[in-house]
């Protein structure tokens, strides 16, 4: 299986911060990565697919890059509502595995 | 707009078989792929399995001695049984759409249930 490891798995920042999250994997996967933010009690909402293509509907202030075993999620102005746990996940190969997590707080 | 709806009992006694359905409304069941995914409380996402409208499935190894996704697309539901549970299997299920960029193999989850969970106890 391919491992995801997110780093940090924690990370308290402030309103209007600009913050990054990464994604390595254990092998190379190309781009077939996505992003997904969840909050307390909700189901997951996908922001990013194939690395760097952002979903409809969300707001451009998030954005995706990297390929192969490194990639990025940055926020560039963090803000209220932006305050949750983000997870990437990797279809690249079977079985579909996820991050264990970014859980972005406010300072 | 399409809506998921997970449906299933919330209490599962060990070694017995856990049984959810998805309900699809809203948009075609033909053209995509349906997939479960669970979270036990507190913890990450695991991907439990998928399948396609014609009933191809694909497990996650980890898991497919126990699982069976089926699809009734006259229903426009898809269904989950996971057999002799224990509480390791404790998790908010999820159901899930499967969304891919045109012509690749980009694969999504771009429209998700609000998840059921499903304690396993006696």
């Known amino acids: 299986d391919i491992q995801l490891t997110q780093s940090p798995s924690f990370l308290s920042a402030s309103e209007g911060d600009r913050v990054t999250i990464t994604c390595r994997a254990s092998?190379?996967?190309?781009?077939?990565l996505a992003w997904y933010q969840q909050k307390p009690g909700n189901a997951p909402k996908l922001l990013i697919y194939a690395a760097s293509t952002l979903q409809s509907g969300v707001p451009s202030r998030f954005s995706g890059s990297g390929s192969g075993t490194e990639f990025t999620l940055t926020i560039s102005s963090l803000q209220p509502e932006d305050f949750a746990t983000y997870y990437c996940q990797q279809v690249n190969s079977y079985p579909w595995t996820f991050g264990q997590g970014t859980r972005v707080e406010i300072k | 707009q399409v809506q998921l709806q997970e449906s299933g009992p919330g209490l599962v006694k060990p070694s017995e078989t856990l049984s959810l359905t998805c309900a699809v409304s809203?948009?075609?069941?033909?053209?995509?792929?349906w997939t479960w995914i669970r979270q036990p409380p507190g913890k990450g996402l695991e991907w439990i399995g998928y399948i396609t409208h014609s009933g191809s499935t694909n497990y996650n190894p980890s898991l497919k001695s126990r699982v069976t996704i089926s699809v009734d697309t006259s229903k426009k539901q898809f269904s989950l049984k996971l057999s002799s549970v224990t509480a390791a299997d404790s998790a908010v299920y999820y159901c899930?759409?499967?969304?891919?960029?045109?012509?690749?193999?980009?694969?999504?989850?771009?429209?998700w249930g609000q998840g059921t969970l499903v304690t396993v106890s006696s």
């Open positions: 092998q190379g996967i190309s781009s077939y």
């Open positions: 809203g948009d075609s069941i033909i053209s995509y792929y």
């Open positions: 899930a759409r499967v969304s891919w960029f045109p012509g690749s193999s980009y694969y999504y989850l771009d429209q």
